[in-house]
């Protein structure tokens, strides 16, 4: 926390100090503004000597005048301070973020990492602005208060005695039962969101499986749940606030009682003792605003928290220090590679090795959960493999330049990712300079070029952020574009045709088959039909291999291949 | 991994300023009332503002929906705007009778060091023929007995008064609120669960056409919003203007004059 204030508050030493002097200078105003009145009263109202009120008077208006300026210039700055502190510490946690690989961000996962770049640096932020208005003021009025208080009149400021710790101990009794609440309320919210997320991640199995009514009662739970909290906390607020008006409001009756009889005995001016009752209010005040900073404190300590667990992370898949470029032929190779997420006690994949050539199509399949997936993140070193080596054209990918390895790799997620803007814009993510005719081209072989000059915009089609507007079979069309657009030594294909019909399905085949022939193509696939001629299949079975060969070798030798097809193939007859 | 404050949805609380009248509360549901009067000189750091959110397109529409949704406590509301006028009408006279017991206090101070014996008429008199005529006029219009000090029974039951004028608005301010809480958690968890209810019941293509933590942040970040507003500004809205009428009323019947100044001051 500190650290990071540190950090990020430097840049900015000079209009804090800016800021620090002006509320150093609001403090002394506000100080000496009651001393005046209390003049005034004395010398001038009590005495009727009219020229002395309008003399003292202007001065008053005068340091008022001074006052509002100061205020205004020191409230743009710390704004200014403060916001841009906010933006640097969001940039630096973006870049941070940046650089993770796969298990960064599933450690972290992406919803807690975005709540920690909008929440928590607000948490902050605002602690910052807060404090570049009260840090300096608070003590000084506190402090400087007292002094004056007792400089009008010292039996008097007795009644401080009893005020101050009276307010103190409704302000600890508040903030005992708030941070628990607090905390509480925090939770509850948060039980209330993940409810909501699981609701609308799982719509269709809940549609499916008429589960909304149950669905909605757990939800109602929750939402119960969160009232009756947040119902407590306010009205814990209902009745502190009412309650720290009654106490300065009867500061007020108190100081007025016991300073009659000062006066009356002629102890002390009348005038001191309007400036006294002004000395306590605003002492009660800067008492008020610094707790109400303490009362941020730990929570934007647990923000800090949370932001320098992301900035300290230090990424586990790192560029080496002396990377090797071979030359670009396409070559993949595992060799007895295997990985297991971290703190896992079994491995996902184990003893994994075959190879696959320039000029190959490479088939991996396997039941749900097999690896497949896992295992073809090892080559763009999503994830590291935490045994044996993957080597991309004859080279571990670990002593690869990351750049330089995925220029060589064309990548079709599972889930097609389209970025917001246009069809081209989104072609040329691979390859910035691609010209109109390479992305024509991209498209004809994905088999999107129908659907794209079918649309007004053409080229310049709107693409919405995920790519919602446009079909799940034709998203994958356009990722797979994408990648072709980028012309790769190695595509990786991850259930990329999932969402196409088998007419379509068929037909971007042939077409990679025949335009992408030199390159090394690896497919991960579910239906066995459609790899039935490639040049390779490896077999996956819980993390190992059951067999690597043709189509024909392994329904020779292969029982778990036999077995996917023989299960696919009459899943098809059936339906 | 995750602390205390665990994951909210994206740009939750994005919009909101600091607000020294809501000791960190964590998202809205959890704030305070505001504080309810201007109280006297607000000291360095109490001058924030709200930052704008997004502007809604139809403010109208929204506003009369909005106000919709407050009709099943139709009744609670007109509670809380009773309480609210009785709760600042106390706190409004109080300051005033602050001033009757400063003026005895004064008169007492005033009186003590004039000469025993003589009337208030000879001492103005006296003052006048030496020439001090503004304080001879100030005399003259004080309840001055000269040589008498501090009227301790008036002042006494003035303050008595006065203390229990401010002990009233802080339990009538504090009813208030306690009702207005009931109101907003309310409001706001039948808003949640027509939200549920609605998302029940669209067809499957709305989900597919919405980015998810676009609906989620509807149904948990603007509903906070709509908590927060009810429970602060709707309040605070309230006492505002009430304070705002009742201080006018008190300001012209101490002095026209003075108030008028007051007023014209800013221009």
């Known amino acids: ?575 | 991994m995750s602390g205390p404050m665990g994951a909210r949805p994206s740009g939750s609380g994005a919009n909101r300023g600091p607000d020294p009248g809501r000791p960190g509360a964590p998202g809205g549901l959890a704030s305070p009332p505001p504080g309810r009067r201007p109280m006297g000189h607000g000291g360095p750091g109490m001058m924030f503002m709200q930052a704008p959110a997004a502007r809604s397109k139809d403010f109208r529409g929204s506003f009369r929906r909005l106000l919709g949704e407050l009709r099943p406590e139709r009744p609670l509301i007109g509670a809380v705007i009773v309480l609210a006028i009785i709760s600042v009408a106390f706190a409004v006279i109080g300051p005033k009778l602050l001033g009757n017991a400063t003026n005895v206090l004064f008169e007492g101070v005033i009186g003590k060091n004039l000469p025993i014996g003589a009337s208030k008429d000879q001492i103005v008199a006296g003052l006048r023929a030496q020439g001090q005529d503004t304080f001879a006029e100030m005399l003259s219009s004080m309840d001055v007995t000269p040589g008498v000090g501090v009227d301790f029974g008036a002042l006494s039951a003035i303050l008595a008064i006065v203390a229990v004028v401010y002990l009233l608005s802080s339990v009538f301010s504090w009813a208030q609120t306690y009702i207005m809480a009931g109101v907003t958690q309310r409001t706001v968890y039948r808003l949640r669960e027509r939200v549920d209810a609605k998302l029940g019941r669209l067809p499957l293509a709305y989900f597919d056409h919405q980015s998810r933590g676009d609906i989620l942040s509807r149904v948990t970040n603007d509903i906070d919003n709509i908590s927060q507003t009810l429970q602060q500004s709707l309040t605070q809205l309230i006492t505002s203007v009430l304070t705002v009428l009742g201080v006018l009323l008190v300001m012209l019947t101490i002095s026209p004059l003075l108030a008028v100044v007051s007023l014209l001051g800013p221009l």
Not at chain 1, 214 to 220: C, G, K, P, Q
Not at chain 1, 479 to 503: C, G
Request: a neutral charge.
């Open chain 1, 1 to 575: 926390m500190t650290g990071i204030l540190r950090t990020y508050l430097g840049p900015y030493r000079r209009p804090i100090a800016l800021v620090l002097i002006l509320l150093l200078a609001q403090a002394f105003a506000n100080l000496y503004l009651p001393a005046l009145y209390a003049d005034i009263i004395n010398n001038g109202v009590a005495k009727g000597d009219t020229a002395y009120i309008v003399q003292t008077g202007g001065l008053m208006l005068g340091v008022t005048f001074l006052l509002g300026i100061a205020s205004i210039v020191g409230v743009y700055w710390s704004a200014r301070v403060s916001m841009g502190f906010g933006r640097d510490l969001r940039g630096a946690i973006f870049r941070s973020v940046e650089s993770f690989s796969q298990i960064e961000v599933n450690q972290f996962g992406a919803a807690s990492l975005i709540t920690r770049n909008t929440n928590d640096v607000q948490q902050i932020q605002q602690l910052v602005l807060l404090a570049l208005n009260v840090m300096i003021s608070a003590p000084i009025l506190t402090i400087g208060g007292v002094i004056m208080a007792l400089r009008q009149d010292v039996p008097l400021s007795g009644l401080l005695l009893v005020i101050i710790p009276l307010m103190a101990l409704l302000i600890g009794f508040v903030m005992s039962r708030a941070i628990p609440l607090f905390q509480a309320v925090q939770k509850k919210l948060d039980r209330l969101n993940l409810v909501m997320r699981e609701t609308l991640a799982g719509v269709r199995v809940i549609r499916a499986f008429v589960r909304t009514r149950h669905e909605e009662a757990r939800f109602d739970e929750a939402s119960l749940d969160l009232m009756d909290t947040s119902l407590k906390v306010n009205r814990l607020f209902a009745i502190t606030i009412p309650s720290l008006m009654a106490i300065m409001n009867l500061s007020t009756v108190a100081v007025l009682y016991f300073g009659a009889y000062r006066v009356e005995s002629g102890a002390m001016p009348i005038g001191n003792l309007t400036a006294f009752l002004q000395y306590i209010l605003q002492i009660l005040f800067a008492i008020m605003t610094a707790v109400i900073m303490f009362v941020m404190v730990p929570r934007a300590v647990v923000s800090g928290g949370r932001i320098r667990d992301v900035l300290d992370t230090i990424p586990s898949i790192k560029d080496p220090v002396t990377p090797r470029a071979p030359a670009r032929r396409g070559r993949v190779e595992f060799r007895n590679a295997e990985f297991r997420y971290p703190g896992a006690e079994e491995a996902v994949l184990r003893q994994i090795s075959f190879e696959a050539n320039p000029g190959e199509m490479t088939a991996i399949v396997g039941s749900t959960g097999s690896g497949k997936s896992t295992l073809i993140n090892l080559i763009p070193r999503l994830y590291d493999a935490t045994a044996g080596t993957v080597l991309v054209d004859d080279v571990d990918v670990r002593d690869m330049d990351r750049q330089d390895l995925w220029a060589r790799i064309g990548f079709v997620p599972q889930r097609a990712f389209l970025f917001g803007g246009t069809v081209a814009s989104n072609l040329r993510i691979g390859d910035a300079e691609a010209d109109e005719a390479t992305i024509w081209r991209s498209l004809e072989i994905a088999q999107a070029k129908a659907f794209v000059t079918a649309m007004p915009e053409g080229l310049e089609a709107p693409i919405a952020q995920g790519g919602t507007n446009v079909s799940g079979g034709q998203r994958q069309r356009l990722a797979i574009a994408r990648a072709i657009a980028k012309r790769p030594d190695i595509y990786i294909f991850d259930d990329s045709f999932s969402a196409l019909d088998f007419r379509t399905d068929a037909r971007l085949r042939a077409a990679i088959r025949r335009e992408l022939g030199d390159a090394t193509s690896i497919i991960v696939a579910q239906r066995v039909g459609t790899i039935l001629h490639a040049d390779r299949i490896v077999v996956l079975d819980n993390g190992g291999i059951a067999g690597v060969g043709t189509h024909e070798e392994l329904m020779r030798s292969c029982v778990t291949y036999q077995e996917i097809v023989l299960s696919q193939l009459t899943g098809e007859e059936v339906a």
